[in-house]
């Protein structure tokens, strides 16, 4: 079992930025690839950002060149750096892990919210 805690979210102008973190624990040596999805007000939740334990990264093109996805190992923490935000990032994100036995565990959520 993995748990995962996310913090990091809140209310934003156009432009700023904001920085989400989560922290795994548990059977946490299983953990492969980190990730953050979000599901837009509506919509289905989708992946934005994903890491591999050894710093392979992958984007959504709708975050590609303003959002930064990192990870401490040592610390069980995946990040996501998120620079110039838009109103069209409003969602709530989720963290997940997948483990090397292909089982995912999912964070509660935290909301972002970009609005003048």
């Known amino acids: 079992q993995v748990q995962l805690v996310e913090s990091g979210g809140g209310l934003v102008q156009p432009g700023e930025s904001l920085r989400l973190s989560c922290t795994a624990s548990g059977n946490i040596f299983s953990v492969s690839t980190m990730a953050w999805h979000r599901q837009l007000p509506g919509k289905q939740r989708e992946l934005a950002a994903a890491?591999?334990?050894?710093?392979?990264?992958n984007y959504a093109d709708s975050v590609k060149d303003r959002f930064t996805i990192s990870r401490d190992n040592a610390k069980n923490t995946v990040y996501l750096q998120m620079n110039s935000l838009k109103p069209e990032d409003t969602a709530v994100y989720y963290c997940?892990?997948?483990?090397?036995?292909?089982?995912?565990?999912w964070g509660q959520g935290t909301q972002v919210a970009v609005s003048s």
């Open positions: 890491i591999t334990r050894g710093g392979t990264t």
């Open positions: 997940r892990v997948t483990t090397r036995a292909g089982i995912d565990y």
